[in-house]
């Protein structure tokens, strides 16, 4: 029967219920997690097959933790932890085996009938991703010719395998196994961004150098309007540039003040992660623009307030004229100091005089962004800004009743009620908070809460179904289900 809960999924409004499987946390996993413990988990109620909100189970983790391969096969053993599995960004197990440079498991999973020939939602093959994980041993790209795999096969951006690859290796002698698979040092994906550009991501000069030596521009410019200099202001995963990278390619010709075609210039990309002050100041003084509004409608200042970088916010708010710039999706400075619980911005910026009655582009207010991101071991944060907002008129919006729902915090709904929001509000797509819980929830004991606040438990759905039937169909409810009838 066709169900409220298909419509949900259909118009894109699932939301992500409190997450407590033990599998789902790399805090279990390691090099040394065994099949017992993993038995004894299971036996505790944890679900070796469940995924967490951003769709990892425990079959991804325990790869991505380096866990033993035997472990991992006795997970793959588990009925829905099938090879076929799609997990994160659309990848198969393949795929993370192979961008973790495990070849075992990897030659594992290709005998067991995996896709070798899987595109991820970011336009990764699997030979391109492996890349990306700065894995070289030959061994795994064996395996890919052995089946039949291109190496020099591009992805959605056009880039290779030699392009990541070049993100990761210290001297260019650790290139030869790719030129001798037909790759070339030429090479360049679909903006023009060279061999060069990539490698200056990791900012080994040394290298640099020798791709220089090898007849690569240092100062070449791609479609995007970028030079060396942007790559390596966004460093790579886990990784930021110091100043010495940045130094040496001005040295060689790049020009510091470039804006690319997305209106951001090189404080926009050091905002978001870079923590050491000196980069700043030494592109500040080679006149890169403070101010600069890029086509999000975001100044470095608000891409540094976004990521909550304290060495970009400490160097450019002072230096920011327009600190109460709304951008693009109806966010400002406050906006993201209250999202990331960054209470020396947030109090600045109040002094100031920023309008903390702002509405972003979907109508959410700052009350609506402040329940969103709720954090329990940020408690008194919420409390403090929670308050001082609504005395200062700010509306308490009846759509923050269902985020509070999706966490199933009863702190939350306490607040929210005692505020004087409606339990049974619908939300829009005409589901309650009760309604929401029986069908994500997964604990009666949040069910019975709500109902003793006033919630209505024979409200139905437009396709005529009860909450009773909502909990019935959610797998993940625990508990008799009787007092809903």
């Not at 919006?397 to 409606?422: M, R, Y």
């Amino acid at each position: 029967m066709k169900t409220i809960l298909t419509l949900i999924l259909v118009l894109g409004t699932w939301t992500v219920f409190a997450q407590k499987n033990v599998f789902l946390s790399n805090d279990f996993w390691s090099k040394t997690t065994s099949i017992e413990e993993v038995k004894e988990q299971i036996d505790k109620g944890n679900s070796p097959t469940e995924f967490s909100k951003f769709n990892f189970d425990a079959t991804a983790y325990a790869i991505l933790n380096n866990s033993p391969l035997e472990t991992i096969q006795f997970l793959l053993a588990i009925e829905g932890n099938e090879v076929t599995k799609i997990t994160h960004d659309a990848r198969n197990y393949l795929m993370w085996a192979a961008y973790r440079g495990n070849f075992e498991l990897t030659k594992y999973l290709m005998e067991a009938g995996s896709d070798i020939h899987i595109i991820d939602d970011k336009g990764n093959n699997l030979q391109t991703f492996t890349a990306m994980g700065g894995v070289a041993d030959h061994r795994i790209y064996d395996l890919f010719k052995a089946y039949d795999l291109e190496l020099n096969a591009p992805n959605r951006e056009g880039a290779i395998i030699i392009h990541y690859v070049a993100q990761h290796v210290n001297d260019i002698k650790e290139l030869d196994y790719f030129l001798k698979n037909g790759m070339s040092l030429k090479a360049k994906d679909k903006n023009n961004s060279t061999v060069f550009h990539y490698a200056s991501s990791q900012g080994k000069i040394e290298l640099l150098e020798q791709l220089i030596a090898k007849g690569l521009n240092p100062s070449a410019i791609n479609d995007n309007n970028e030079n060396a200099l942007f790559f390596a202001a966004r460093g790579k995963r886990g990784f930021r540039n110091e100043l010495p990278i940045f130094e040496y390619l001005v040295s060689k010709g790049c020009e510091p003040t470039l804006t690319n075609n997305s209106g951001s210039n090189l404080l926009h990309y050091l905002a978001s992660g870079n923590k050491n002050k000196d980069v700043f100041a030494y592109f500040i003084d080679q006149q890169v623009d403070v101010q600069k509004v890029n086509k999000e409608g975001n100044t470095p200042l608000m891409i540094a307030a976004a990521r909550n970088n304290e060495v970009s916010l400490l160097v450019l708010y002072e230096m920011t004229e327009d600190k109460f710039l709304v951008n693009e999706n109806g966010y400002n400075v406050l906006t993201y100091a209250l999202r990331r619980k960054n209470t020396g911005l947030a109090e600045r910026v109040l002094k100031q005089g920023i309008d903390f009655k702002l509405r972003d582009k979907t109508g959410d207010n700052l009350i609506t962004h402040l329940v969103a991101t709720y954090n329990e071991k940020e408690k008194e944060f919420f409390i403090h800004y929670f308050k001082m907002l609504k005395e200062k008129g700010v509306e308490v919006q009846e759509s923050t009743i269902h985020s509070a729902t999706a966490v199933e915090n009863e702190f939350l709904v306490n607040t929210l009620l005692d505020a004087g929001l409606d339990i049974n509000a619908k939300n829009e797509e005409g589901i309650t908070a009760l309604q929401l819980a029986a069908m994500k929830g997964d604990h009666t004991k949040f069910l019975k809460f709500l109902i003793s606040k006033g919630a209505d438990k024979n409200v139905k759905t437009d396709f005529d179904e009860t909450v009773y039937d909502l909990a019935k169909s959610n797998e993940l409810l625990e508990g008799d289900l009787q007092f809903l009838k």
